[in-house]
């Protein structure tokens, strides 16, 4: 008996020690209005949870006493001390927090009292920017977006029809995308992090992952700008930014007393309503003169992009003496266009932090861990683990869409799906092509469309050049496909029948492409001119820019991620290459001081031969390493990141004499340096390119095989960073050597967001220099100065050399 007797007070107390109890209730103001997303927290703890929109809480404890606080932007904080043995309901009220104002000496300049205060914090931003080295935690987010209004129809869709298949009313509102995710979180100072997703679970889908992502959500106001992925074409200024007097006014509205600390509350006002900047309030610790909390906002007056809205409130907890952490963070928004109006929140919870954690020396290569099982846990974990409780409206939706994700992902519904889908019309095939979808099996056919398939040069007349792909996934783990694609082609003035195809397959660690057939393709590798504009000059200017020749070829290529940031590329190939003479002086209209010229770009005025008939046999070899081997690792592969750091390339090409009857015989060695995008700050981005290379063999070589550029002589042209935008398609492409780069600033409307009415474009200034030199072009330069507009841009481009040939024009270009 006395032994059962111990073994029964034993076994009280372990499960003491292990069980699990809570205490839930409701946050409200004095008039009974829910405190959305009030912070609930142990003291002297960094456990704690965040209310839901309603103002519901929960909060996981181990039996024990324990001091809970409950505080919320602009509210007094409660205090509550509690005894926790079972579960318990404990509903608070929180005031609205009245500021007092402090005796304070006014300078004879009438400078308001805040103004001291942000300088004292300005002056701490650094120190408390860089005050923790390394830390880990636990992060709760919660993605919720609602379409608040639609139209019943857009563009001859039937929106009435897609609200009623996706679960919202009859008004077609409701929730579109809930989501919610816990992860573990990793930072190593400075910019070090790896987050692990230990759980998923998305509103409508068994099947996907979360969105939802720490660092993503996570801000940093101690940092002097803060650039949120696209939010506006500048970073926003921070309100504690080392030069934010220049773009903010301050004003204090008076303190309170928490905790025996003393908060300053201040107003932030830009200076001016164009530039990036916040408004709302922030609330300073005088301790140690850091932030203690903000509930600011900034909106559409600021020029910023895709949302009307955006709030953002954050909260901090002190985790030592010395260290301050966000508690929790919530972005707000709302954005509408034509007739559409969404509305949302991501809100994430920060809790258990541990400022000493041990890590591996690989930890921080794998930035993001989604595990694959992460989204399988059922509604009993769920319901123990979620921090916030749901709302009845976020509980509803969950249930309605199980029933309509059991539905979506069965066979039957995927192939009435594709049935619907996949109805040929003529239509469609004329301008956007067709596709033929078999979801369940995840294969996937497309034809070309007909009306971009027609083209005209010179050199075929009217011409066809149609092509057909498939695509299956065969590695759903990995996310791998097979691909195959065919072209056939007809010029109906030279009447020569072209046809291609190509496979690209994943064989191992290696991607294998292999391709052949005969095509009639641009003398310029780099394709300068697309078919369409050249068509279009040809046809209504009689500008005839493209020259073609006809290759005949079979080439293989093997492709692999050697490490990291480490790519190769090793390819062989060979063809038969022929020049072709114009065959058609058709054109449209017949412009006096225009007339077409031969298909050789180095005498135009005469119809003669730019090489021989010649065959070719080529070894090519490319590799890269960007100096990272960052990555992200999902349920269907692993995704390396784009680095920081520029990427050197290096290129090989060998012209083989002998092999299948080549003609060829050189040898290409090149190095390239670039880097794209690179933040400047308020000052936009920057991007270049760097390239040089030298023939060390070339014993036998045509046309074809020199060193090309991308050029551009007419209105049209395709911006990339290697490009240029007024040299000749043709005339100085090398067999010898040569030297280009490039260097491009984006302003990001520096300049005109400070001009009325331009400002409302969200126009962004670019500014491009443009170098080359090669023995027969000596010291060539461009300068171009222009505006984007989302990816479309206007240049304005002089060119001039060591000849002091100078050329003007104007150009229009996408950015891609």
Known sequence: ??????????????????????????????????????????????????????????????????????????????????????????????????????????????????????????????????????????????????????????????????????????????????????????????????????????????????????????????????????????????????????????????????????IDKIMVIPRRSY??????????????????????????????????????????????????????????????????????????????????????????????????????????????????????????????KAVLARKRESKPYLDSLDSVNNKFKPSALLLGGYRHSDRYNHEFYYLDPLLTSIKFNTVQGFALSYGASFRRRIDSVNRRFLEVDARAGYGFSDHIFTGSAGLNAPIGSFDLNIKGGSEITDLNGTDPISPFVNSLYSLFERENYQKLYQKQYLSASLHRRITGGWLATAGLEWADRKWLPNTSAYSFFDPGNHSYTSNNPLLPGQNVPLFPENQSFKFTFRTTYDFSDKYETFPNGRYYLPSPYPTVGFNYVKGISGVLGSD???????????????????????????????????????????????????????????????????????RTEYVEGHIEQNFSGFILNKVPLIRKLKLQEIVDINYLSTPELKNYAELGVGVQYLNFRLMYGTSFNSGSNIKSAVRLGISF
Request: proline share 3%.
């Open 1 to 262: 008996m006395k032994f059962t007797l111990l073994f029964t007070i034993s076994l009280f107390f372990c499960s003491l020690a292990f069980a699990q109890v809570s205490i839930s209730g409701a946050v409200t103001d004095a008039n009974g209005k829910p405190v959305a997303f009030a912070s609930i927290y142990i003291k002297n703890t960094t456990k704690g949870t965040s209310a839901n929109s309603d103002g519901q809480y929960i909060l996981q404890l181990k039996p024990g006493v324990y001091d809970v606080q409950y505080k919320a932007v602009g509210y007094k904080q409660e205090s509550r001390h509690i005894e926790v043995l079972a579960t318990k309901v404990i509903n608070v009220v929180l005031a609205i927090e009245t500021y007092q104002l402090k005796d304070v000496t006014v300078s004879g300049g009438g400078e308001d009292p805040a103004y001291a205060i942000i300088r004292k914090t300005i002056k701490r931003r650094k120190a408390h920017l860089n005050e923790v080295n390394t830390y880990t935690c636990e992060v709760y987010i919660k993605g919720l977006q609602k379409l608040l209004a639609a139209p019943k129809k857009f563009m001859g869709f039937d929106i009435q029809k897609a609200a009623r298949e996706n679960g919202l009313d009859s008004n077609r509102r409701g929730i579109v995308y809930l989501s919610e995710s816990e992860s573990k979180y990793s930072f190593r100072k400075p910019d070090d992090v790896h987050e692990e997703m230990i759980s998923s679970k998305v509103s409508g889908s068994n099947r996907a992952f979360s969105y939802n992502r720490a660092s993503d959500i996570k801000v940093n106001f101690y940092e002097n700008n803060q650039d949120w992925g696209g939010l506006s074409n500048r970073p926003v200024v921070s309100p504690v930014a080392d030069n934010a007097l220049f773009y903010y006014r301050y004003k204090y509205i008076g303190f309170s007393t928490e905790n025996g600390e003393t």
């Open 664 to 734: 060829v015989d050189y040898d290409l060695v090149s190095v390239d340096v670039s880097k794209t995008n690179i933040p400047d700050g308020i000052f936009g981005n920057t991007s270049f390119y760097v390239g040089a290379g030298k023939f060390i063999n070339s014993n036998s070589l045509f046309y074809t095989d020199y060193q090309q550029f991308a050029g551009n002589e007419v209105l049209f042209y395709k911006s990339g960073i290697d490009s240029f935008l007024l040299l000749n398609y043709y005339g100085f492409s090398t």
């Open 275 to 400: 530039d990036a900047c916040f408004q709302g309030y922030i609330y300073i610790n005088e301790d140690d003169w850091r932030l203690y909390g903000l509930d600011l906002f900034i909106t559409k007056k600021q020029n910023i992009n895709f949302v009307d809205t955006l709030r953002v409130n954050e909260q901090f907890i002190p985790v030592d003496q010395k260290v301050w952490l966000p508690s929790s963070v919530k972005f707000e928004f709302t954005a509408g266009l034509f007739g559409f109006k969404i509305g949302g929140y991501f809100i994430s919870v920060f809790k258990d932090y541990d400022l000493e954690p041990s890590f591996t020396k690989k930890e921080f290569k794998e930035v993001l861990r989604i595990n694959q099982g992460s989204n399988k846990k059922d509604s009993i974990y769920w319901e123990n683990e979620r921090p916030i409780p749901l709302t009845e409206e976020e509980k509803t939706d969950y249930q309605k």
